[in-house]
């Protein structure tokens, strides 16, 4: 099997790299590459939605149509949650190994097909393709991770206070799981949560992104081919306009034991509020602000390094993205100019289809309207530009890579989620100062901190609000820890040993009388 799907596409391959070498952009997998679907998957069969409804998904770069999917709505959701739930009831009997199997399989045939996988994201997402790759290989990592995982959940057998009684405990899967899933990663924010429930037991409803419904019904193909059974994995692909109601039934539904989500913090609260009337399970990834702090004793390679990959990955558009960049007096005006100099040498805009490319664009215009408002209210209260500064030619939603420097709390670069590739630096003096701008926000993600100072990496990152912390690393997103915020920044963890599995879990406490 996983010979045929790699000879399938042979021939979009070689017309993809040839376009790729000549520096042309190309769409011409669409037409030709089986992995790319025009039907949603529910109960192992590809269906349309019931009102025949479609709609058209877009190549940010371009603007181009690169494929068309059901428009659904409640009464397909019904369906897949019915369907879901049906299929729970044969698959929380499976044995660990057995899942585990498939989700190895499944694996393989993703690494195996990185390639084709990589170029609908870009397809779709806009993000260069040497990203694109490596978020398969991430993505890809969490299959092979929980099939590792779920082979390792365990319940106790406990010292009991009483002489006749035994206590025991046992994991057993929590049921069907809701998942709602965000475009910037629209293959490894699916696995990270999908592998999990799979492993456990569960089954699984997954609504992908509006913008990128193709990589998530690309994951279908690949697990039917590993033998996940029907019915385990089902998405139901929407609009924006049917995002809500499907979002409203996948938490109300008494079927459904748990909602997953990956977004924005405003969404991610109407969900938890949708959820409560069935006191659902709410495992949350929601927005970020990150701060990365410089201090005086950093090494500066180091923290350029640091800056140019955790800012403008993904264009900016990732929730662990360098948000607020505070650096200490004594390096800010060298950390400036180094962090300037970079951006010049090392990013180019573009499509993401054509090689060289580092910057692709946003999701959409309204995502390159949003960052040039925030540019826009930071020149305004006295932010210097040093680089970039408005919107690019390249096409309707780019936008420059951006540099500003002097910025202050109470501007929007500051406030809130920039999602873009704009780095605004901001001076402070003392390390309180900087703990306190730090944590002075409702987000509470991820953060960095660059010292060369051992005792400071420490105090400082203990001290950080934050689920997860780069001392000296700017890029740390592995399905082997566990990744997740505190404050508004999220409920739960994904990943890691024994985090990312137990979300999808329930414990049951046994006790064994009359011994
Ligand atoms: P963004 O604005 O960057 O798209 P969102 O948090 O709005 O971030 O979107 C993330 C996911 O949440 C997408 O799958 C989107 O369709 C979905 N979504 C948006 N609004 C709602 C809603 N009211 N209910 C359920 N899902 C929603």
């Known amino acids: 099997m996983l010979t045929k799907l790699s000879t399938l596409y042979k021939t979009t391959s070689i017309l993809l790299k040839a376009n790729i070498v000549a520096g042309r952009p190309t769409n011409f997998i669409r037409m030709a590459?089986?992995?790319?679907?025009?039907?949603?998957?529910?109960?192992?069969?590809?269906?349309?939605?019931?009102?025949?409804?479609?709609?058209?998904?877009?190549n940010p770069a371009t603007g181009e149509v690169v494929g068309s999917v059901p428009d659904m709505g409640v009464a397909d959701t019904e369906d897949a949650i019915q369907k879901a739930y049906k299929a729970y009831q044969t698959f929380k009997k499976t044995t660990a190994k057995e899942r585990s199997e498939k989700l190895k399989k499944a694996y393989k045939l993703m690494m195996e097909n990185k390639e084709e996988l990589a170029r609908i994201?870009?397809?779709?997402?806009?993000?260069?393709?040497?990203?694109?790759?490596?978020?398969?290989m991430y993505g890809a990592g969490f299959c092979e991770w929980f099939a590792e995982e779920g082979r390792r959940v365990q319940g106790h057998v406990v010292a009991s206070p009483?002489?006749?009684k035994k206590i025991f405990t046992l994991k057993q899967p929590i049921g069907v799981c809701a998942m709602i899933t965000p475009w910037n990663f629209p293959n490894a924010m699916i696995t990270r949560k999908a592998c999990a429930a799979i492993a456990a037991g569960c089954t699984v409803v997954l609504k992908p992104a509006?913008?990128?419904?193709?990589?998530?019904?690309?994951?279908?193909?690949i697990f039917e081919q590993a033998g996940i059974p029907k019915g385990v994995f089902n998405v139901v692909t929407c609009d924006r306009g049917n995002a809500p109601s499907v979002g409203k039934l996948l938490c109300e539904s008494p079927l459904v034991s748990l909602i997953s989500f990956t977004g924005s913090s405003a969404v991610g609260k109407i969900l938890m509020k949708q959820s409560a009337d069935t006191v659902k399970k709410c495992s949350m990834e929601l927005g970020g602000n990150a701060p990365f702090i410089v201090f005086d004793s950093a090494d500066l390679d180091l923290a350029v390094k640091g800056a140019m990959s955790s800012k403008f990955r993904c264009t900016g558009q990732t929730c662990v993205c360098a948000n607020r960049f505070l650096i200490q007096e004594g390096i800010y005006e060298k950390f400036v100019a180094r962090l300037a100099e970079a951006m010049d040498k090392e990013l180019k805009v573009g499509n993401g289809l054509t090689q060289g490319t580092t910057q692709g664009p946003l999701i959409n215009k309204r995502a390159a309207d949003k960052v040039a408002t925030f540019v826009e209210d930071a020149k305004s209260k006295g932010a210097n530009v040093v680089r970039g500064g408005q919107r690019s030619d390249v096409g309707e939603s780019f936008y420059e890579p951006t540099l500003l420097s002097n910025v202050t709390s109470g501007m929007l670069v500051s406030k809130e989620e920039i999602f873009g590739p704009v780095a605004g630096v901001a001076k402070f003096k003392s390390e309180e100062e900087a703990i306190a701008l730090a944590n002075g926000t409702s987000a509470g993600l991820a953060g960095y901190l660059y010292t060369g100072d051992c005792a400071q990496q420490w105090r400082v990152a203990e001290a950080l609000e934050y689920g997860i912390v780069g001392v000296n690393e700017g890029l740390f997103s592995t399905p082997e820890a566990p990744f997740g915020g505190f404050k508004e920044s999220g409920l739960g963890r994904e990943g890691g040993i024994g985090f990312g599995i137990e979300e999808y879990l329930e414990v049951k406490y046994m006790c064994l009388g009359g011994m």
């Not at 994201?121 to 398969?136: D, R």
């Not at 509006?210 to 193909?221: K, M, N, Q, V």
């Open 33 to 58: 590459s089986s992995l790319i679907k025009d039907k949603a998957f529910v109960n192992g069969e590809w269906i349309s939605a019931k009102s025949g409804a479609t709609y058209n998904v877009t």
């Open 121 to 136: 994201i870009t397809l779709e997402n806009g993000k260069p393709l040497a990203e694109a790759n490596g978020e398969i």
């Open 162 to 164: 009483f002489p006749t």
């Open 210 to 221: 509006e913008d990128t419904p193709l990589s998530a019904l690309a994951i279908c193909e």
